[in-house]
């Protein structure tokens, strides 16, 4: 992004986790000093306030890239993985207070069914949470491989003999409730459509079903309407304020797959601004 920028161009970059900040500036260190980049440690759900702050009134293109990041996985501590053992945190914000831990240890069992039907999609979400409790009833499940072999005792054996990792579904709930990624992206992708310049751009990358769904069903809100029968002309306040640049996501190429595996489930939508 930095590259394709012009002399005037300024690229705000949003994280909340301190440890993408620091790498992103060692990276980024020649732009820095050329005054072309700004951090921001913050949830992008704050991005129109933060901006604002900045002076920022409109932006000319926006870049999305949801979910957990490769970094936080490998980082065995951070609590992500459900192949490193690690206490339970799945914080993006370190300086959070919410944690995995509390989510698997605190929430009721009616809690916990619903996050895990909800944000993981797992249809044994009952025997998941029914187990999860009868587990902490003997000790607090302080690590992510109990959580793990825990998920694996409430499933079939024919389930476990599926391609996949049986706990990877209700890793992702937990971590979705923990940071709030759906209601995050769903505020700062809404804020960032407003904030478009006329014929700026907005990208987001997802990686799982829950944020793309969200993110196609917003641009499609954003980019038809709904016209009454009869009017002549349509209004425009009832203009819509988006277009698609395409009406399907963009997959990777095969070189992107063979050089990032993880890129698997990745899906791009990109809108443009046609109406303020």
């Given at each position: 992004l930095l590259s394709k920028l012009s002399e005037k161009g300024h690229l705000y970059a949003f994280d909340q986790d301190q440890n993408a900040i620091d790498n992103a500036q060692q990276r980024l260190a020649p732009y820095i000093e050329k005054g072309m980049v700004t951090f921001i440690k913050d949830n992008f759900r704050h991005l129109q306030a933060r901006l604002r702050e900045a002076g920022v009134q409109e932006i000319d293109g926006i870049c999305y890239d949801l979910g957990v990041s490769s970094p936080q996985l490998d980082q065995r501590e951070r609590g992500f993985s459900y192949k490193k053992d690690a206490p339970l945190d799945m914080r993006m914000n370190q300086e959070a207070s919410l944690t995995a831990y509390e989510v698997v240890n605190h929430y009721d069992y009616h809690d916990l069914i619903r996050i895990f039907f909800k944000y993981g999609e797992d249809?044994?979400?009952?025997?998941?949470?029914?187990?999860?409790?009868q587990a902490r009833e003997v000790k607090p499940i302080e690590t992510t491989t109990e959580l793990a072999e825990i998920i694996k005792s409430a499933k079939p054996a024919k389930e476990l003999k599926k391609k996949g990792h049986p706990a990877k579904q209700i890793f992702q709930a937990i971590r979705i409730e923990v940071n709030d990624e759906l209601g995050a992206a769903d505020e700062s992708i809404q804020q960032a459509m407003e904030m478009l310049a006329l014929d700026g751009r907005i990208s987001v990358i997802t990686f799982h079903s829950l944020e793309d769904?969200?993110?196609?069903?917003?641009?499609?809100?954003?980019s038809t309407v709904e016209v009454p029968k009869g009017l002549p002309f349509i209004p425009d306040d009832l203009k819509p304020k988006m277009e698609l640049v395409s009406r399907k996501p963009i997959l990777p190429s095969a070189e992107e797959l063979e050089a990032n595996n993880r890129s698997h489930s990745a899906k791009l939508r990109v809108a443009r601004k046609i109406h303020k």
């Open positions: 249809k044994f979400s009952k025997q998941i949470a029914r187990k999860i409790e769904r969200l993110t196609k069903q917003l641009f499609k809100e954003a």
